[in-house]
């Protein structure tokens, strides 16, 4: 692979705001915007930086191909912050009739939610953006090592908040952290 190419594309991306990067990567996946290009599944670019959207782009696109879809992508989407009009439709993740609190369900589910909780960090900052967490209980959480006792203080911090923390915690925990 050379790597002159895989540079340029790594810099135009490095260049890009993080916003940009997102949209970049949302078209990158979109199977009707690229005909010539297969799309990117969004799982590979979920979690993405400049350096690894460059890299998976590569991977799919190969060196010769990888700036020409970047490019398409580019004036697709519309460069230089100018919106242009793309078709697509919004699939729910649960219809919002799903999204109704469940009265004790924290305390009821207590158990489960310490053993299943995989990604904590979107329940924290959901927590934290609601102002029921403040930055200082954030961290105490952190400094926790395992996995499990990370979510057991998370939960039992949650049941000592009250009710607007626990219909917090259910509807992240719905839209898959755990």
């Not at 993080?18 to 949302?26: D, T």
Request: glycine content about 6%.
């Amino acid at each position: 692979m050379e790597d002159g190419k895989e540079d340029v594309l790594l810099r135009e991306l490095s260049k890009l705001p993080i916003v940009e990067l997102w949209r970049i990567q949302w078209g990158l996946s979109q199977s009707n915007l690229l005909q010539d290009f297969p799309p990117i599944p969004p799982r590979w670019l979920r979690s993405a930086d400049a350096c690894s959207t460059a890299k998976t782009m590569m991977r799919c696109y190969q060196e010769d191909r990888a700036p020409a879809v970047l490019a398409a992508v580019q004036s697709l989407i519309g460069g230089n912050h100018q919106v242009r009009p793309v078709r697509f439709t919004m699939i729910p993740l649960r219809p919002e009739s799903d999204l109704k609190p469940v009265q004790g369900f924290v305390k009821t589910q207590r158990r489960k939610l310490i053993s299943r909780i995989q990604r904590p960090s979107p329940i924290l900052e959901a927590l934290q953006c609601c102002r029921i967490l403040n930055a200082s209980e954030r961290e105490a959480i952190a400094i926790y090592g395992a996995c499990k006792d990370r979510n057991r203080v998370l939960v039992d911090l949650v049941l000592r908040k009250g009710e607007e923390a626990h219909w917090n915690m259910q509807t992240d925990g719905r839209r898959g952290d755990f």
